[in-house]
T-cell receptor
Framework: DTGVSQDPRHKITKRGQNVTFRCDPI?????LYWYRQTLGQGPEFLTY????????KSRLLSDRFSAERPKGSFSTLEIQRTEQGDSAMYLC?????????FGPGTRLTVL | EDQVTQSPEALRLQEGESSSLNCSYT??????LFWYRQDPGKGPEFLFT???AGEEKEKERLKATLTKKESFLHITAPKPEDSATYLC??????????FGAGTRLTVKP
């Protein structure tokens, strides 16, 4: 399968714990995006990488959130001191030029 | 304010009953408009990219069109397997991307 993959698919954690999600983009894609989606809403942009450089971050990305893309390949999104409001689907997408292709998402539930 | 609005929020059709979904946008510097299909619990699946007013794209029972202010996704003779949420997104300025809230389509046999 050569699509975007995300791991884990589901994560349940207790409030205050840290969580980390991984995204593996389509191999030849140099751009990688993270989004958050809550029920009944469209995806909301969080951050964007071109190769290993993080070029843009949304104001939604508080200081508890951090993303990395070492060597311009896979990316990780870490949420520290999780809150119940962080419960959502976290989506990763990659692109070569403009059309973004999405992974299956990681569903986070914070108890 | 930059906005993307989709209507209706939900649409129920009988199998074979054609209809259209709307996506209106108010952004400056449109670089492209995208349509995605999303099934429950899954990531969005790419359908179409439109770049300029007057452009049309087709795939099976779906046809997407674009004007300067809105896009339509026409569904001809839908089948139950077309049931999903259809998302519209616009790319503008320097690669900013904004999604609408989606239209939840249900096609009854």
């Amino acid at each position: 399968d050569t699509g975007v993959s995300q791991d884990p698919r589901h994560k349940i954690t207790k409030r205050g714990q840290n969580v980390t999600f991984r995204c593996d983009p389509i191999s030849e894609h140099n751009r990688l995006y993270w989004y958050r989606q809550t029920l009944g809403q469209g995806p909301e942009f969080l951050t964007y990488f071109q190769n290993e450089a993080q070029l843009e971050k949304s104001r939604l990305l508080s200081d508890r959130f951090s993303a990395e893309r070492p060597k311009g390949s896979f990316s990780t999104l870490e949420i520290q001191r999780t809150e119940q409001g962080d419960s959502a689907m976290y989506l990763c997408a990659s692109s070569l030029i403009d059309t973004q292709y999405f992974g299956p998402g990681t569903r986070l539930t914070v108890l | 304010e930059d906005q993307v609005t989709q209507s209706p929020e939900a649409l129920r059709l009988q199998e074979g009953e054609s209809s259209s979904l709307n996506c209106s946008y108010t952004v400056s510097g449109l670089r492209g408009l995208f349509w995605y299909r999303q099934d429950p619990g899954k990531g969005p699946e790419f359908l179409f990219t439109l770049y300029s007013a007057g452009e049309e794209k087709e795939k099976e029972r779906l046809k997407a069109t674009l004007t300067k202010k809105e896009s339509f996704l026409h569904i001809t003779a839908p089948k139950p397997e077309d049931s999903a949420t259809y998302l519209c997104a616009v790319c503008y300025n320097n690669n900013d991307m904004r999604f609408g809230a989606g239209t939840r389509l249900t096609v009854k046999p």
